[in-house]
């Protein structure tokens, strides 16, 4: 097992993630968040990440840093429209055995749905 | 505020719930969840509940003891696929002032966007 | 892999799972959810499931179905002081190998941080 | 409402932040993720950062890039113990109001019990 030294300055992080969340303004007196997620996905369009909106959250997929960053300034963002206080819910997944992608893995269950596999 | 006394047994629980889940079997040697969350779907789909599946999780929409009976079920099911542990991931939002679907809370976000509202 | 057939009402919930949950009410106006969080606290007490709260969240252990009518009755709780939008954030586990404890996840931890393996 | 235009490399991620993860490696063969945990903590320690493990997760408070650069170590110091998969479970919270540590937040709610407000 590795060695966690006191220094983890030159420790990476993950040169790739896949992150799913779902960012709610707490206290802001408005049962909608529509718009707060719309400031995230032009947020989003504009970091240049791969991304996709569904109703319960958003998937980024991208570094570690550049996701991370992107959620940290989608935090910022709906803060500056008022709310002055954020909870976010995040699943991030990482792997080193291959890279896949967000349609990869829907198609691959669906596959298995097709072919009556169990 | 609401007084909770000793006897919860009269409290019900909300009526219609939105939940999303992913679920991680723990232990079992394969970095691959796709049958697993093949299982799933085929349980979902057996549940009559309404669900659809995105690359991070599925989301489930019933009333809260409904849904939460089906995840609970997904656990047994992927246990009986062999696997000892699980862990999951949940999402869960209740609201009383409307109903709203997931088609519903996408297409408002949508429509914020194509509107340049801001 | 096991066979989901059609009915599955005979299928059972876990008996025995872990859930740590975070609730936050939605569009109150109230940056502070402090009493809201006492409220659930209260049910849990008077659920008479084991419980522990930390600062992000709260701990319940007991049969899967046990567990999610009280988080769900949490729900009921919150929406009776008021919040008409309520979103959960919840992590759920379940194993078939053994029963462990709260106390015992964290002591086992802390032995291998005292003992220096590695 | 803040205007996000196509240039948002200026745009700061939060100060300060409050994040509770719960890291799962995937695909290892072994139930117990007990030495991860212990791994996680020993590179916690050496960030300087602000920590508590609890029973279903720890919970770590600093800028929002400290906090996110620490787990995203986590992730690798953990993909180095041989996990080829990982998948963790975050809640962020952001406040811009006032600055909240763990302990005033869990004392708030104690308080809150010990005086029977309701």
Same mark, same amino acid.
């Given at each position: 097992?590795? @060695?966690?030294?006191? %220094?983890?300055?030159?420790?990476?992080?993950?040169?790739?993630?896949?992150?799913?969340?779902?960012? !709610?303004?707490?206290?802001?007196? /408005?049962?909608?968040? $529509?718009? &707060?997620?719309? $400031?995230? +996905?032009?947020?989003?369009? =504009? @970091? #240049?990440?791969?991304?996709?909106?569904?109703?319960?959250?958003?998937?980024?997929?991208?570094?570690? %840093?550049?996701?991370?960053? =992107? *959620?940290? +300034?989608?935090?910022?963002?709906?803060?500056?429209?008022?709310? +002055?206080? *954020?909870?976010? @819910?995040?699943?991030?997944?990482?792997?080193?055995? /291959?890279?896949?992608? $967000?349609? %990869? /893995? !829907? /198609?691959?269950? &669906? %596959? *298995?749905? =097709?072919? #009556? &596999?169990?």
């Amino acid at each position: 097992m590795v @060695s966690t030294s006191t %220094d983890i300055s030159s420790l990476e992080t993950p040169p790739r993630c896949y992150a799913d969340f779902c960012l !709610v303004p707490v206290g802001t007196g /408005k049962l909608s968040v $529509a718009e &707060e997620v719309a $400031a995230v +996905q032009r947020l989003l369009k =504009a @970091s #240049g990440l791969k991304y996709t909106m569904h109703s319960a959250g958003t998937t980024v997929e991208g570094s570690w %840093d550049e996701v991370m960053r =992107a *959620i940290g +300034q989608a935090h910022t963002v709906v803060h500056q429209t008022g709310a +002055q206080r *954020i909870q976010t @819910s995040m699943r991030v997944g990482t792997r080193t055995d /291959k890279t896949q992608t $967000a349609e %990869d /893995k !829907v /198609k691959r269950v &669906e %596959d *298995i749905l =097709a072919n #009556g &596999e169990k």
